[in-house]
T-cell receptor
Framework: EDQVTQSPEALRLQEGESSSLNCSYT??????LFWYRQDPGKGPEFLFT???AGEEKEKERLKATLTKKESFLHITAPKPEDSATYLC????????????FGRGTSLIVHP | KAGVTQTPRYLIKTRGQQVTLSCSPISGHRSVSWYQQTPGQGLQFLFE???????NKGNFPGRFSGRQFSNSRSEMNVSTLELGDSALYLC???????????FGSGTRLTVV
């Protein structure tokens, strides 16, 4: 069974304090790993897809990296507007293509 | 281009009633998936429709059902509502099986 574990569950940062969120996964074979951002009361917003170990993607202050067992979402010099829940999902090869989501990391950035 | 539209945004229903939620996907997207999100369980997959056919189904009781129309719009129905059905119901459309989802803003269902 595919499993996705995100840590920490919650993270509080001061504005400008860089940090990383972790997504550990167990799948028989990885087709893709997705990162989403979700603001309160809204649906998740797609950020990145990573397909193979060593791949990196960047968007503004966010950089996602991928290894064979985990992915990191690095947040550089965060701002209060980066406060949100960040969700990770994995899609396995074969099977149904339906992604398995982690529980998310709730990030709060204080000014 | 227009995003994924879900209606209504909020619903309050009584136990035992039934409810129908609607989702209009991004134009050109033929795959529509439904998820239930709760604080305790996170995002749980309900079902996926593609070209009017249910292609995948999650582990939910038969009270949860859905359908897709020829214009790719989708509806989900929950019958005999229970208190535990209170959740944010999210619809997502996708342009392909390997592509990421575009989610709607969700329907917040409260069962009292």
């Amino acid at each position: 069974e595919d499993q996705v574990t995100q840590s920490p569950e919650a993270l509080r940062l001061q504005e400008g304090e860089s940090s990383s969120l972790n997504c550990s996964y167990t799948v028989s074979g990885l087709r893709g790993l997705f990162w989403y951002r979700q603001d309160p009361g809204k649906g998740p917003e797609f950020l990145f897809t990573l397909y193979s170990a060593g791949e990196e993607k960047e968007k503004e202050r966010l950089k996602a990296t991928l290894t064979k067992k985990e992915s990191f979402l690095h947040i550089t010099a965060p701002k209060p507007e980066d406060s949100a829940t960040y969700l990770c999902a994995v899609q396995a090869t074969g099977g149904s293509y339906i992604p398995t989501f982690g529980r998310g990391t709730s990030l709060i950035v204080h000014p | 281009k227009a995003g994924v539209t879900q209606t209504p945004r909020y619903l309050i229903k009584t136990r035992g009633q039934q409810v129908t939620l609607s989702c209009s996907p991004i134009s050109g997207h033929r795959s529509v998936s439904w998820y239930q999100q709760t604080p305790g369980q996170g995002l749980q997959f309900l079902f996926e429709y593609f070209s009017e056919t249910q292609r995948n189904k999650g582990n939910f009781p038969g009270r949860f059902s859905g359908r897709q129309f020829s214009n790719s719009r989708s509806e989900m129905n929950v019958s005999t509502l229970e208190l535990g059905d209170s959740a944010l119901y999210l619809c997502a459309s996708s342009g392909g099986q390997g592509a990421g989802y575009t989610f709607g803003s969700g329907t917040r269902l409260t069962v009292v």
